[in-house]
């Protein structure tokens, strides 16, 4: 198991490693610099919806997106961060609490 | 000194940091008891938070390792949903490719929420700078205290479900990326990506769906020369 956790150490540090490694290799248009960046940002939101709806492969209840659709709302609202986090994490606590999952 | 510290980061920033650190203090700790009511030593569980340093993947392998999977299956399955941080150091790569041990301590730091905060400074390079550091440094002592406090506590500690915690950290990248999504190009990639990636989930390992996401890219920014036809 040791061995197995200094790959997946070592991997993933090659993998963090790879993207400002390409970068460097090759010369950016402005152009290209923007997709990139709409890049990373489609990943982080098809993170957001894909964890906030689906887990193990199944549908995640009904607790878990509401809390992130919460957070969102308020986000869109412009709340600080802190609201978000608490409003979010409290809401699907809550819904937990009271049997809805 | 705090004063100082405050100055250079800004209140804002440091209040979200601190918001989103007590978050990924908790997952630590829930991660330090989860790992050591499987039998790990507790400095293998600190190897794992140190070296790996992914916290995604690190629940993920615990879970296969857990439900009797071997080390391959363990280590494919953290490697495959690491993929991601691939074109996450592509956008924000640059803001710590200076010396030596800025790329080591940044690479390391490439994380799902030190790129979100990074990318939502905008076109600002010192303060996506100042974001991806300040978070990143939350995010460590967050984590490695966490996992501490996780393992003295053993088995004690809840599952973070109970918190809403898997609410929580969805909705801090979510806030994050929201203002981004202002410019329509953007938006629509977003919307075909996360599309795809919903669709594909039921059927896909964990990881990949979010990188399927990237064809979204192909509906905002019709390929014009192939080198980006690829992204």
């Keep these: ?101 | 000194m705090f004063a100082r510290l405050t100055g250079l980061v800004g209140r804002d920033l440091l209040r979200d940091t601190i918001a989103y650190s007590v978050g990924i203090a908790v997952a630590g700790a829930s991660f330090g008891a989860l790992a050591t009511a499987q039998g790990l030593q507790w400095w293998t569980t600190m190897a794992v938070s140190v070296l790996v340093y992914a916290g995604t993947a690190q629940f993920a392998a615990l879970g296969v390792a857990a439900s009797g999977g071997g080390p391959l299956a363990v280590v494919a399955t953290g490697l495959v949903l690491n993929l991601r941080h691939v074109p996450y150091g592509l956008s924000v790569g640059h803001l710590y490719w200076d010396r030596w041990w800025t790329r080591l301590l940044g690479t390391q730091n490439l994380l799902d929420t030190t790129t979100a905060f990074a990318l939502a400074e905008g076109d600002d390079l010192r303060r996506a700078k100042i974001a991806y550091w300040t978070t990143g440094a939350g995010n460590a002592i967050a984590w490695i205290a966490g996992n501490l406090a996780g393992i003295a506590a053993g088995r004690q500690i809840a599952s973070p479900e109970a918190f809403g915690l898997d609410a929580a950290l969805p909705a801090i990248i979510l806030a994050l990326v929201l203002p981004a999504l202002r410019d329509r190009s953007t938006l629509l990639a977003c919307a075909v990506g996360a599309a795809i990636a919903l669709a594909t989930s039921p059927f896909l390992t964990g990881g990949l769906p979010v990188l399927l996401a990237l064809a979204g890219l192909a509906f905002a920014w019709p390929p014009k020369e192939p080198e980006e036809a690829q992204r």
């Design chain 1, 1 to 101: 198991m040791l061995i197995a956790i200094l790959v997946l150490a070592a991997g993933t540090f090659l993998i963090r490693l790879s993207g400002p490694l390409l970068r460097e290799r090759i010369s950016l248009s402005a152009h290209a610099e923007a997709v990139l960046k709409a890049g990373a940002t489609v990943v982080l939101l098809a993170l957001v919806a894909t964890s906030a709806i689906v887990v193990d492969g199944a549908w995640a209840g009904w607790a878990l997106p509401a809390g992130v659709l919460v957070g969102g709302v308020l986000a869109w609202r412009r709340a600080p961060l802190a609201l978000v986090v608490v409003a979010a994490a409290a809401t699907t606590a809550l819904l937990r609490l009271a049997g809805i999952d």
